[in-house]
């Protein structure tokens, strides 16, 4: 009992550490509790995040910062156009055709089944196969009533990305040109002396910035890649595998391997047993090897520097919590948990001493007075 206390005590003794976890758990708390009301307001967050590095750089080359956001907004804004009115509608063309051609594919599978116990009777019994297949048809039948209730609710959904596509231009825009002012306002409820927050933002913000910028770059590069190849290789539905590879890059080890069930299944089923169904696993993971052995080792060499089981059970956690957005930003809020567990123990001196080192990008401002 003794132990525990002169563990507070020593903890919680300095004015900076209540600081820094009052800080935290008010952040937690706006996430966890508003999140799904100001999910607009985060996605516009990260967007500003990401465009004010192009910004910035335009500043250094002597372009004013006003003219500067213009032009790399109304980029955005070309980039959204593009993805809105190019890649998605193709996406979501491949998408329903895949639906529509769904039950073909499950005659197949079946037919393939049925075929096992003659093969291989061995391996597999006509009454386990007929487990099997009662099975397959619940699960089926399940998706179906999911993808039933979906539909109904579309409406609802449609109006709401209609008003996210419309909030999020603007926030993005008003979180460039406003940057400072929001930052001072911000700052006004921060007490004068926190050098410890100063501390854990300065550890942790560069490196969530180059993560978050990198991994958007990750997920084009991947994407734009597998889709060239399998559309140069005639595989259906490339717009949409290579959407999933892209996405897939966002669950380190795990990821790569969930993607390779769907487009080796799209590739059985168009190709059969073959060497075109072969090409198309081989180019798969020749995709994959530079990316985890070139890509992620150039782009991230100096930002992830934590344990593959802290990163596992950094998306077990924060996926559960958030979702998507939890997945995304797993490892960037690992990496400040790990800002937090070094900077607890220091001193006030030490905090303050170490607070004093300034990052650039969106926010960077925030340790400042």
């Not at 073959?274 to 992620?296: E, K, M, P, T």
């Amino acid at each position: 009992m003794e132990l525990l206390k002169n563990w507070f005590r020593r903890s919680f003794s300095d004015p900076q550490v209540i600081i820094l976890g009052v800080v935290l758990l008010v952040a937690s708390v706006i996430v966890i509790g508003l999140g799904k009301w100001l999910s607009p307001m985060f996605v516009s967050l990260v967007i500003a995040y990401l465009l004010e590095a192009l910004v910035s750089r335009l500043q250094r080359f002597g372009v004013p910062r006003l003219p500067a956001i213009m032009v790399v907004f109304l980029g955005f804004m070309a980039l959204m156009l593009f993805l809105l009115l190019a890649v998605i509608p193709r996406i979501s063309r491949q998408l329903t055709q895949l639906v529509q051609q769904f039950p073909d594919y499950l005659r197949q599978g079946q037919d393939l089944l049925i075929e096992l116990p003659a093969k291989y009777p061995e391996l597999i019994s006509q009454e386990q196969l007929q487990t099997l297949m009662n099975a397959i048809g619940q699960e089926v039948g399940n998706w179906g009533q999911q993808l039933l209730t979906w539909s109904l609710s579309s409406v609802a959904m449609v109006f709401g990305l209609v008003v996210f596509l419309v909030l999020v231009p603007v926030l993005v825009f008003f979180f460039l040109k406003d940057k400072d002012l929001i930052i001072g306002w911000l700052m006004g409820f921060m007490p004068k002396e926190r050098s410890l927050v100063s501390t854990v933002w300065a550890e942790s913000e560069m490196q969530i910035a180059n993560y978050v910028r990198g991994k958007a770059l990750e997920i084009f590069i991947v994407g734009s890649v597998t889709y060239v190849t399998f559309a140069l290789q005639g595989l259906q539905y490339s717009a949409l595998l290579a959407a999933l590879v892209g996405l897939s890059v966002l669950i380190p080890y795990v990821g790569a391997a969930l993607a390779t069930l769907p487009i080796a299944l799209v590739a059985f089923f168009q190709y059969g047993w073959g060497w075109d169904f072969g090409q198309v696993l081989i180019a798969y993971a020749i995709i994959q090897a530079l990316d985890g052995n070139v890509l992620v080792p150039l782009m991230f060499s100096e930002v992830v520097n934590l344990h593959p089981v802290a990163i596992i059970l950094a998306i077990l956690l924060f996926g559960g919590l958030w979702g998507f957005w939890g997945i995304f930003f797993a490892i960037p809020l690992a990496t400040l948990v790990q800002a937090v567990i070094r900077a607890w123990p220091r001193s006030l001196a030490a905090a303050g001493a170490s607070g004093t080192d300034e990052s650039q990008g969106f926010g960077s401002e925030v340790g400042k007075s």
